[in-house]
């Protein structure tokens, strides 16, 4: 028999929560579901056949975008990081896909492509994330440059995006977007009629916003919400359920040892965690080589029989050791829930290790099986 982990993904909840994404932007926004990184750890496919109803994909790797048009994917497909060579141009062209062009090399690879079959492309803005984007060094220079693109036909549809920086804090929207409107104005912006700002926080707390201003310059909006679709809070102090969101992975694997241990032992490497009193210690075939984190210390929660427990001592790398003191009924087979439907939000767990959920879901590893259920 496999080792008893696996990995859930609920294609309903992918679903609730793209409708509950769809929701929040009012009908103002065409939405991009990001699906990089496997989908956030869910997997391309379950996540082609959930996110029908979105009006594209946002990802960053060829041979994810590849598999998405192989899984009968044939709505848009962003590439957030545009190419990182000349030749990846090509592939967006036999794949359709739209590249975002964010530096003065991927606008030359634009300017020595073909005249035929012109690509829509989105254009970034850094408007304080100090990341990917034209800055104020180089944003007038980028967009008439783009212009001309269009109108020697080597490029279609131009859209301007950004990503904010801080997009979960009330207070820290209006610099960048007073910066965004300032830099996309130092051109005619004639050939630009769309505008794609909004990841999962923006979309949750600043949907109103941004439609209003998008409306005041007479341009249409996209989207590009991620975590949320899977279940993940994007903001500090509300929970996924409180925003209406279902986790969309449930991490299981189940108890294959359970001891009863004296007061005074050390459990697990390094004895970070000894016992004060007899206790009743399971051992979970799951460890950070599946995903969890190392770093969850003692007392991060886990469920076990639908019961939230703790984790005690240090995450090996296939094992971790769980507290049944107050379980007389459980024994090895007993389900385990890491994360997900019955057990602690992918939220939760991240909180206790001192990360966010995106690294979670994302670092699920190859050896764990997904389930699409
Ligand atoms: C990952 C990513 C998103 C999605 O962010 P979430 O916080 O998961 O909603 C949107 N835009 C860009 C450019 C990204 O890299």
Redesign the pocket.
Known sequence: MPRPIKALIHLDALRHNLARAQDALGGSSKLWA?V?ANAYGHGIEPAVAAFEAADGL?LLDLDEAVLARDAGWNKPILL?EGPFESSDLEVARQYKLTPVIHHLEQLQMLEHGPKADPLNVYVKLDTGMTRLGFGSGDHVQALQRIERLQSSGRVAAVTLMT?FACADRADALEDPLRQFVAMSSGVSGQGIATWCLS???ACLMHAKRIEDLARAHGRSLWS?????LYGGS?LNDLTAAQLGLAPAMTLSSELISVKEVAAGQGIGYGHTFVTDRPMRVGVVACGYADGYPRHAPTGTPVSVAGRLTRILGRVSMDMIMVDLSDMTDVGVGTKVVLWGEQGPTADEVAKAAGTIS?ELLSGVTARVPREVG
């Open positions: 990001v990089k946002a957030l990503h990841n999962s926080a590009r919400p991620g975590i949320c994007p995106y």
